[in-house]
């Protein structure tokens, strides 16, 4: 009775080490592609516009297909000194980061901005800063509060002057 046994588990383990030899591969998964391969072209100049207790703040830009920004921001703040300059940074993902190098009081100063971007509006970030090198930066990004009674909304850049 002991041999059926054994003959039958060698049987067995024959058969089942033979199935799974002839078990078909698995399905070849096929990668999706890249995100940069999303990435739409120029959008050209985009204008932005808040108007706020007789405070505006106006902001144009422009990207490029490597999601780099370059334009003019201006702040005219009710109360206070008005400063305006430009901007150079990156979009990352629906974020706006960059440098904004402005004249206020006949003085040059570097400061890091942040916007994010929802629909046709952008919403100003702020958060804790640190001064290095004559240059303001917020401390740390990924604690960036964005609120909305900052936003600026999007208006034709033909129109952008008159606002």
Do not use: W
Not at 37 to 47: F, H, K, S, T, Y
Not at 64 to 89: C, M, P
Not at 126 to 154: C, E, M, P, Q, R
């Amino acid at each position: 009775m002991k041999k059926v046994l054994a003959i039958t588990i060698i049987i067995l383990s024959v058969f089942i080490s033979c199935k799974k030899e002839t078990t078909l591969p698995p399905p070849e998964i096929t990668p999706t592609a890249p995100k940069e391969a999303e990435i739409a072209e120029p959008a050209g100049d985009q204008c932005y516009v808040s108007t706020a207790n007789n405070s505006t703040i106006k902001l144009s830009f422009n990207v490029n297909s490597h999601q780099e920004v370059n334009g003019k921001l201006s702040y005219s703040l009710y109360g206070k000194d008005k400063n305006e300059g430009t901007l150079i940074g990156n979009m990352k993902g629906d974020t706006l980061i960059a440098d904004y190098t402005f004249t206020s009081e006949g003085v040059s100063s570097v400061r890091e901005i942040a916007f994010l971007q929802r629909e046709n509006t952008f919403i100003e970030g702020y958060g804790d800063i640190v001064d290095a090198n004559g240059k303001v930066t917020f401390k740390d990004k990924s604690k960036l509060k964005f609120d909305a009674k900052t936003t600026l909304t999007k208006v034709d850049c033909t129109d952008f002057v008159q606002h």
